[in-house]
């Protein structure tokens, strides 16, 4: 199962819901005004025939008024922390950086379960001094306790009601309230059959246990 995909998909059908969820932090001046692109993912080669890095989904928000300067989020899903690299992240900002010529790069990364064990931040320097410091905004979904978005109006939060913390015999509830979300925010028949399937991929309701393990 291609959850980076699946993400993909999500975030750009509904590009503002997911900055606002994903990227909180830096996703309050972003208004009806601001115009939101999806970049290129494929980034520039040195050479000819060299493995080229993907980015997940690139997004550059402008404002044609220019009242702020243009921001670029590189937002990367993450499935096995064992599997993030911080380091890849780092590369995948600065060549996105270099390529779009500013140094206004917001990194996002989403976790699908919990981020225990994914390095936070990332220094580079000497006895004297830090010579690289590098961070990013982290969305761990499993560490999110259900019963507080539960009756959110951001339709990304709540098809991903299934993805966060809930006591195992609450399952159907949190089903039915993501679906609820899904009926209610999105009109389109075609994109609520879509995310129906969204939803019935991570609530996993065939299965005798919940995705997460209940909070403590």
């Known amino acids: 199962m291609s959850h980076d995909q699946n993400f993909k998909n999500l975030i750009l059908d509904y590009l503002r819901e997911a900055l606002t969820f994903f990227a909180a932090a830096e996703a309050d001046e972003i208004d009806e005004h601001a115009r939101i692109t999806p970049v290129r993912q494929e980034q520039l080669q040195a050479r000819l025939g060299e493995r080229f ?3 997940d989904v690139p997004l550059l928000v402008e404002w ?3 009242r702020r300067e243009a921001l670029l989020f590189v937002i990367e899903e993450e499935t096995d922390t064992r599997r993030f690299s911080i380091h890849c992240l780092a590369h995948y900002c600065l060549d996105l950086a270099e390529l779009m010529d500013t140094d206004r790069v917001v990194p996002v990364v989403i976790f699908l379960r919990r981020a225990t064990g994914a390095p936070q931040r990332l220094r580079l320097g000497g006895d004297q001094d ?3 410091d590098f961070h990013y905004l982290s969305c761990a979904l499993g560490e999110l ?3 507080h978005y539960r009756h959110s109006d951001n339709l990304v939060v709540r098809l991903n009601l299934p993805n966060m913390q809930y006591p195992a015999q609450r399952k159907a509830e949190v089903y039915a309230q993501a679906v609820r979300g899904l009926t209610t925010l999105e009109p389109d028949p075609e994109k609520q059959l ?3 399937d969204f939803i019935d ?3 996993a309701l065939g299965d005798n246990q919940p995705l997460w393990t ?3």
């Open 53 to 55: 890095r993907e980015l």
């Open 194 to 196: 879509k995310y129906l």
């Open 214 to 216: 209940e909070s403590p």
């Open 64 to 66: 044609p008024d220019r």
């Open 145 to 147: 306790d259900c019963e």
């Open 130 to 132: 830090t010579y690289f």
């Open 201 to 203: 991929i991570y609530a």
